[in-house]
């Protein structure tokens, strides 16, 4: 997702400012706020320009921001009603500057910024400019639009040291910045969806159903891709939320919670009509019954139409079935999805899972193959290898032990066969642990999705705690349905200290891509 800012804009008005005979009039002709013909306001403005001086250091910087506050603040009354606009204004410029400075958050205590009465309390830096902004518009109506420069860049900070604390994981430091950020611009959907992975992370169901709800209002009267698929996820999100809450609820809370879910899940289906799974989730919170015969019903008559859903539609559809543990039907969408695209990783792996579930073992080498050649550092594939080995060594178990499973601690006669069976498993688990263990860096593969002309990639590459910093580069192959590579884009990741991350995100250009595979490398 793209973040932007302001400051250049900023920075340029405030050089402006030294220059334009103190009169915001210079960038919006309707708007007047008079500064250096204000004799009561020219101390203020002469300590506020230092700042901007040639090589100032970063100490005479902070104090002639600090000067600037204290001049305008010291005694408000003694500005006459014609400057108190100018004044307004340039403490407002003052505040974003010092909103800027390393080290600053947004409350900071009174007497650093420059206030001097109650020096010990503290002021909250976006709630002062709020205050400021609100006098001006107040005062001179026709400065509203004007305004709007600064407003949008004040936002646009905000919001980028948010998206920053999302990213480090810094989730209270991210809500402040994320609420923060609404106060000058409440009709963008960033804050919404930062609050709502906020929520979701410290998986507060109240929190995230309001947030969710938000950021699906805020979207849905947008148009652009990146909104769109905002809202598309936060709808599933908030179905899921309601649909796992009904399902430890009782009597009208439960009658609640389930109808929440229906109306959001029918809410996506209008949008997407072909949407399978969301039909069967649709179909579940409706009572239906997925039992084996109704999964048998369902694969048949989607796999009669299957042309008209996409590989993504019906591994979807797949996942909604085998979590019922219907794993022959849920087996035959997957197939169906490998059909369209071969390379679906999804697809691959659930294949897998299922193949195991059932028992097919000797089925699973050929998904199991591809899937370490696109996603080699995803270590949730070397875990289901070493799951697959595990229930291999059960099944044998259960055979000698004539069909029953073993209880744990049971001794079983074995043979022979048997015995060597259960060595190979036992070695292959070490193997697969090992594997695990020793990897670095790992990679967890966050979104594949359309972008205009193509496709992007977007994953985490973290360097366990017990091995060394390193960075990176990862080659990115963006693959059609025959495997052919359309494009291939290399990325290189920051120096990543042990038990540290970076996400990395590639764009693919070209028409036809439907997979990725990558390749990781000092």
């Known amino acids: 997702m793209a973040f932007w800012t302001t400051r250049s804009g900023l920075r340029r008005s405030f050089a402006a400012l030294t220059v334009a005979a103190g009169s915001l009039g210079a960038q919006a002709p309707k708007c007047d706020i008079p500064i250096q013909n204000q004799a009561k306001l020219l101390p203020a403005s002469l300590i506020f320009n230092s700042a901007f001086k040639a ?49 600053t958050g947004m409350v900071e205590p009174r007497g650093k910024l420059g206030y001097t009465a109650n020096p010990t309390g503290t002021v909250n830096i976006p709630a002062a400019l709020d205050s400021s902004f609100a006098a001006i518009r107040a005062m001179k109506p026709e400065c509203s639009d004007s305004l709007k420069l600064y407003t949008n860049g004040l936002w646009g900070q905000l919001i980028n040291k948010a998206v920053s604390f999302t990213n480090s994981q810094q989730l209270d430091s991210a809500e402040v910045y994320a609420r923060a950020s609404l106060r000058f611009d409440s009709a963008q959907y960033y804050a919404y969806n930062i609050m709502s992975n906020v929520a979701l992370v410290k998986e507060d169901t109240s929190m995230m159903i309001e947030w969710f709800n938000k950021t699906i209002t805020v979207t849905s009267a947008l148009t652009d891709t990146s909104a769109i698929k905002v809202r598309d996820n936060m709808l599933n999100n908030l179905g899921a939320v309601y649909s796992n809450a009904a399902g430890t609820a009782t009597g009208a809370k439960k009658d609640s919670l389930t ?24 179909m579940r919170m409706s009572g239906v019954a997925l039992d084996s015969a109704a999964a048998v019903k369902f694969a048949d008559e989607v796999l009669a139409r299957s042309e008209v859903y996409s590989d993504a539609q019906l591994a979807e559809a797949g996942n909604e079935v085998t979590k019922n543990k219907l794993y022959g039907p849920g087996l035959r969408l ?66 000698a032990n004539k069909g029953v499973k073993p209880r744990a601690g049971q001794t079983i006669m074995l043979s022979p066969t048997q015995q060597a069976q259960i060595k190979i498993f036992n070695d292959s688990l070490v193997y697969y642990t090992t594997l695990m263990q020793n990897m670095a860096p790992t990679v967890e593969v966050r979104s594949f999705s359309p972008m205009p002309g193509g496709m992007q990639f977007s994953a985490v590459v973290q360097v366990p705690p017990d091995k060394p910093a390193a960075a990176y580069s990862m080659v990115v192959d963006f693959l059609n349905a025959a495997g052919t590579p359309i494009a291939t884009e290399t990325v290189r990741t920051k120096q990543i200290a042990a038990g540290g991350f970076d996400q990395v995100t590639v764009t693919g250009k070209g028409e036809g891509i439907v997979a990725f595979r990558y390749k990781v490398a000092k």
């Open 55 to 103: 090589n100032v250091k970063p100490d005479e910087k902070v104090k002639a921001l600090a000067g600037t506050v204290k001049a305008l603040t010291d005694d408000v009354t003694g500005f006459p009603a014609v400057a108190q606009p100018g004044r307004h204004f340039m403490l407002a410029q003052a505040l974003l500057v010092w909103l800027e400075q390393p080290g």
């Open 259 to 282: 109808k929440g879910a229906l109306a959001t899940y029918e809410r996506y289906l209008a949008l997407y009509p072909n949407d399978l799974a969301t039909k069967l989730r649709i």
């Open 334 to 399: 997957f197939e169906a999805a490998l059909k369209k695209n071969p390379y679906s990783r999804d697809a691959l792996y659930n294949s897998a899972v299922a193949l195991n579930n059932l028992e097919r073992f000797d089925e699973i080498r050929p998904y199991f193959t591809k899937l370490r050649d696109l996603d080699p550092n995803n270590t949730g594939i070397y875990a289901l290898a070493r799951n697959i080995q595990a229930s291999r060594k059960l099944a044998v178990q259960t055979r």
